[in-house]
């Protein structure tokens, strides 16, 4: 039972370069979030999945797009990349999302931008 | 957005009780969330109580809510040396409920 599942582990790009992140659930969750875990400042909601076919924007957005691919998978992606998107970037998945509904996380992606 | 905030080091010896605190701004949250993070894995749930309870006991674990100060708590009894990792204190706020993080609390037990 792998949970959910992220790709790369780590990834190191130039300024400019672009590249998708995977992430696949493979619990029948509903709904699907990327975060980004920068230190000392805890996890930020970057995008997020109600459901199958719908997204939204979280708390930092900016530089980032996301595809809610079917069910299982939420991609993101980041079409330009600057230093400042060097972060540790965390897929998570709930039943749905409503507040009983708990976050299981992936193990994270190390992302650095030079 | 809403604000979660926790100190950031906690150091304990091996079997003493760790307290480790969080403050947040929502009155409105229904939910609030202990979570674990070990090295170089993802966040793991730990615990969580909802917004009309005072406290909710797992084991080793003690989570006590004040709704008034907005503060919250989790003791972990006779902490081992395998309790040491960031805790992140959360609350779920906004119509599809999304949580904020707290900027995590890092757990050394000292033998």
């Known amino acids: 039972n792998a949970g959910v599942t992220q790709t790369p582990k780590f990834q190191v790009l130039k300024t400019g370069q672009s590249m998708t992140l995977q992430c696949a659930q493979d619990?029948?969750?509903?709904?699907m979030y990327w975060y980004r875990q920068d230190p000392g400042m805890g996890l930020r909601l970057i995008y997020y999945?109600?459901?199958?076919?719908?997204?939204d924007k979280g708390e930092v957005p900016n530089g980032y797009n996301v595809s809610r691919l079917n069910k299982r998978e939420f991609s993101l992606r980041l079409e330009s990349a600057a230093p400042s998107q060097t972060s540790v970037y965390f897929c998570?998945?709930?039943?749905?999302?409503?507040?009983?509904?708990?976050?299981?996380f992936g193990n994270g992606t190390r992302l650095t931008v030079t | 957005g809403e604000d979660v905030e926790q100190s950031l080091f906690l150091s304990v010896r091996e079997g003493d009780s760790s307290v480790i605190n969080c403050t947040y701004t929502?009155?409105?949250?229904?939910?609030l969330y202990w979570y674990k993070q070990e090295p170089g894995a993802g966040l793991q749930l730990l615990t969580y109580?909802?917004?009309?309870?005072d406290m909710k006991q797992d084991q080793r674990l003690t989570v006590l809510l004040n709704k008034k100060d907005k503060h919250l708590s989790l003791r972990i009894a006779d902490t081992q040396t395998g309790d040491s990792a960031i805790y992140f204190c959360?609350?779920?706020?906004?119509?599809?409920?999304?949580?904020?993080f707290g900027s995590g609390t890092q757990l050394t037990v000292l033998p």
């Open positions: 998570a998945s709930s039943a749905h999302t409503g507040s009983n509904s708990p976050l299981h």
């Open positions: 619990m029948n969750h509903n709904s």
């Open positions: 999945s109600a459901s199958e076919g719908t997204t």
């Open positions: 929502d009155s409105s949250s229904t939910y």
């Open positions: 109580i909802f917004s009309n309870m």
């Open positions: 959360a609350e779920s706020w906004g119509s599809a409920r999304q949580l904020t």
